[in-house]
């Protein structure tokens, strides 16, 4: 089992930044993939950013390419989602995911946390 714990969210105007953390306790964090997913209400949940297990590998959503950067630090079980330029429609609960196989559907969720971008 993996545990992930989501922290960062929050109210911000639009053109402001967050910075998302996902800590990850349990199995070895670098053996798996990491990605972050959002959320909006009454959407489905979509994908926001990967990164692979070292890190060398990472891809985007079009939607937040150029805005939002996906990190990680193995030594600290930990990845980041570093969000600038935000706009209204950014406004989601925003989900970490652990992965066996990159870009697949994450084996282990966070419970997530919200981000609130005011126009």
């Known amino acids: 089992q993996v545990q992930l714990v989501e922290s960062g969210g929050g109210l911000v105007q639009a053109g402001g930044s967050l910075r998302l953390s996902c800590a990850a306790s349990g199995r070895t964090f670098s053996d798996y993939s990491m990605n972050w997913f959002r959320q909006a209400p009454g959407k489905e949940r979509e994908f926001v950013a990967a990164?692979?297990?070292?890190?060398?590998?990472?891809t985007y959503a079009d939607y937040v390419k150029g805005r939002f950067t996906i990190s990680r630090d193995n030594a600290k079980n930990t990845v980041y989602l570093q969000m600038n330029s935000l706009k209204p429609e950014d406004t989601a609960v925003y989900y970490c995911g652990a992965g066996v196989v990159f870009r697949s559907t994450p084996n282990y969720w966070g419970q997530g946390t919200q981000v609130t971008v005011s126009s």
């Open positions: 990164i692979s297990r070292s890190g060398g590998i990472i």
